[in-house]
């Protein structure tokens, strides 16, 4: 079936440092990704859509210019947290979905476990 | 927006009983999906049941069925025959352009 393959699956970093987490579609292609943020104990939340080709939609409350979204390709997506501070340690995910013709099936990633020290 | 509410934060079942988890949402749209997602501790999001709004039989499969009712925009999950397995975090999710998630609600199925 359809994979979503998210990389790294765990990530330390340095505050004050920038991290690199990749999504990727691995047999199909996707438009649109969707990025969330878990926090221990806590539900999904939806950071951004990230469309294929134009800028990401970002929630309200979610900083453009921190949580840098590139969909530069069909099967591509990246987030990138700059600047990263101990309290952007926490669960990423994505997701994505070949669209109508699958009847809107969303696959999720494995998740980011990202750590700030 | 739209919203989902679980308003059951833990659960708990003997193993082989029933358990009915609750989720009731709220939108102005009259096509979307429903989905119950599992979690466990890896994080990874296992899918349970779907629903497509328009469908008014509600989906089955195998031990899980749903309970929709679009009139009271609710939509509960309900568990037959209990495994040590089933423990583990449970969203249900609203879809209609992108997939938002209730609070959660953990379930701990007791031997």
């Known amino acids: 079936g359809a994979v979503v393959s998210q990389h790294p699956s765990w990530v330390i970093c340095k505050s004050g440092t920038s991290v690199k987490i990749e999504c990727r579609s691995l047999d199909f292609q996707a438009t649109t990704m969707f990025w969330y943020r878990q926090f221990p104990k806590q539900s999904l939340m939806l950071m951004a859509t990230s469309n294929e080709g134009s800028k990401a939609t970002y929630e309200q409350g979610v900083e453009k210019d921190k949580f840098l979204i590139n969909h530069a390709s069909l099967t591509l997506s990246t987030l990138t947290v700059t600047s990263a501070h101990p309290e952007d340690s926490s669960f990423y995910i994505c997701?994505?979905?070949?669209?109508?013709?699958?009847?809107?099936?969303?696959?999720f990633g494995e998740g980011s476990w990202l750590t700030v020290v | 927006a739209q919203t989902v509410t679980q308003s059951q934060p833990e659960m708990s079942v003997q193993e082989a009983e029933t358990v009915t988890l609750s989720c009731t949402y709220d939108?102005?749209?009259?096509?979307?999906?429903l989905f119950w997602y599992k979690q466990p501790p890896s994080g990874q999001m296992i899918l349970v049941i779907r629903q497509e709004a328009y469908k008014q039989q509600n989906a089955t499969e195998n031990r899980f069925s749903v309970n929709f009712q679009k009139a009271a925009k609710s939509f509960s999950l309900k568990i037959s025959d209990s495994q040590l397995g089933d423990t583990a975090m449970y969203f249900c999710?609203?879809?209609?352009?992108?997939?938002?998630f209730g609070a959660g609600t953990r379930l701990t199925v007791k031997p």
């Open positions: 939108t102005s749209e009259s096509n979307y999906y």
């Open positions: 999710a609203f879809m209609k352009q992108e997939m938002r």
């Open positions: 997701s994505a979905s070949p669209g109508q013709r699958s009847g809107n099936t969303i696959y």
